[in-house]
């Protein structure tokens, strides 16, 4: 018996099962072992037995057919929808979160994972896109609608600079009286009283809304609001882009043809940007991956000199009280194996998106470790505020300190970086920040 091991994983191979030097080709065929122990961090053990098949004697099967696509997948190859529902639907696990885990060693070798402090202000919550999903917003005139003032601004941004933090991710409802001229004199008043602050604000729903309110282009909505102040753009709203989903969940937003179309004009204008997908309500898994190949597809066609999508962020549906769940009868079933399968077939099946965001707000601090060895390279951020996720049933936070812990109990170094993903030293004096639970 040969024996080999390192801090996170333990691998055995029998060497009667050693083929002979005739037979060069073999499978991996695995079974996984998670536990946790509360108090003492994450173990996380994984016993890999390696079965030697001679190929010249069997015909092709499903295990060939995940060989041969999971050795291309390590060469970068762009795969198909219908090669990225095979991987999903009958690979083990482990083998996905292997080779995802290699990917992401080739594209981020330092062994860091990054971390990033950020808040999460609405502008308003007000909405009539009427989402299925969504707990937080209000019709016009509702008694519990407001539009966030100047002097709310002012408070919670101190409070993030004091939190070590240097952005604000700046989002709202698609409010029918706010316009163009709302947001960029809003942009304005902020970067004139607090130039160092970054506004990660926005996304391509809440452009496409100011662009039909003004009767222009995404292009020229995206100038007006970077001349005011606007540093990045967040990939909120994807949701899943194909139509027959946005239908059902969110069709007071635009369709996903128009998402990726703001994308593009983002792109073209040397705007970074995020992109996400909301999974495990009404979509098919076929849905998931055309979804991530239609990211794909907008990201090769970025510029070259522009980042584009600087990083991919799946989630999972959150139900409590949502009318999908209390009207439809939807709930949220997605397992922790499912979402390390979504973590691992998001690496593989984006190449050309260097970050994977492990989403621990949804999913919590456990299996968003466990991401960590199935591709993803970035925990996101700690975000002092959260009102929309949490909303429908998110219950996780992080401290800065404790998602530094949660970072290296998973076996990382952890890195405090800003929203180009741009290494940040961890400011001298940093104020605790104080979580309920």
């Known amino acids: 018996m040969s024996f080999f091991s390192n801090s996170i994983f333990e691998y055995s191979i029998s060497e009667e099962e050693s083929p002979n030097e005739e037979s060069k080709e073999f499978f991996l065929h695995s079974t996984t072992m998670f536990s946790f122990s509360e108090g003492a961090g994450l173990f996380f053990r994984e016993v890999i037995t390696i079965?030697?098949?001679?190929?010249?004697?069997?015909?092709?099967?499903?295990?060939?057919?995940?060989?041969?696509?999971?050795?291309?997948?390590?060469?970068?190859?762009?795969?198909?929808?219908?090669?990225?529902?095979?991987?999903?639907?009958?690979?083990?696990?482990?083998?996905?979160?292997?080779?995802?885990?290699?990917?992401?060693?080739?594209?981020?070798?330092?062994?860091?994972?990054?971390?990033?402090?950020?808040?999460?202000?609405?502008?308003?919550n007000v909405c009539i896109a009427n989402c299925k999903f969504c707990n937080f917003y209000r019709l016009p005139g509702h008694p519990e609608s407001y539009i966030t003032d100047i002097e709310a601004y002012k408070k919670k941004i101190e409070e993030t600079f004091r939190y070590g933090g240097d952005q604000l991710l700046l989002q709202g409802g698609h409010h029918p009286e706010l316009g163009l001229k709302f947001y960029s004199d809003l942009f304005r008043q902020l970067k004139n009283l607090y130039p160092k602050l970054k506004l990660h604000a926005l996304g391509p729903p809440e452009v496409a809304h100011i662009t039909k309110l003004e009767n222009s282009t995404h292009t020229e909505v995206l100038k007006a609001l970077v001349e005011a102040g606007l540093d990045s753009l967040p990939g909120a709203g994807a949701e899943i882009l194909n139509d027959r989903v946005r239908r059902l969940i969110s069709n007071g937003k635009c369709g996903g043809k128009e998402w990726l179309d703001v994308m593009r004009a983002a792109h073209k204008l040397n705007i970074t940007t995020s992109a996400t997908m909301m999974f495990g309500h009404v979509e098919t898994i076929y849905e998931r991956f055309e979804h991530l190949a239609w990211l794909r597809e907008?990201?090769?066609?970025?510029?070259?000199?522009?980042?584009?999508?600087?990083?991919?962020?799946?989630?999972?549906?959150?139900?409590?009280?949502?009318?999908?769940?209390?009207?439809?009868?939807?709930?949220?079933k997605v397992t922790g194996e499912e979402y390390l399968r979504m973590i691992a077939m998001s690496r593989i099946m984006l190449p050309n998106i260097l970050n994977i965001q492990a989403s621990w707000l949804t999913v919590g601090k456990e299996i968003a470790q466990l991401s960590l060895h199935a591709g993803a390279n970035d925990f996101g951020s700690i975000m002092i505020e959260e009102n929309v996720v949490s909303a429908a049933g998110a219950p996780h936070r992080f401290t800065a300190k404790n998602i530094q812990q949660a970072i290296r109990e998973a076996g990382f170094e952890p890195q405090l970086r800003n929203q180009q993903y741009e290494y940040r030293k961890l400011p001298a004096e940093i104020e605790e920040q104080i979580v309920s639970y």
Do not use: C, H
């Open 298 to 332: 907008v990201q090769s066609e970025k510029p070259k000199d522009a980042k584009g999508f600087l990083a991919f962020i799946p989630w999972t549906f959150q139900d409590a009280d949502t009318i999908l769940a209390d009207v439809k009868g939807v709930r949220n």
């Open 51 to 124: 079965y030697y098949v001679d190929l010249r004697s069997i015909k092709v099967d499903k295990k060939v057919n995940t060989e041969s696509l999971l050795k291309r997948a390590l060469n970068f190859d762009f795969l198909s929808v219908e090669e990225g529902v095979f991987l999903f639907e009958n690979a083990p696990v482990s083998e996905l979160m292997y080779v995802a885990n290699e990917l992401r060693k080739i594209q981020k070798p330092d062994g860091k994972v990054t971390w990033q402090i950020d808040r999460n202000v609405n502008t308003t």
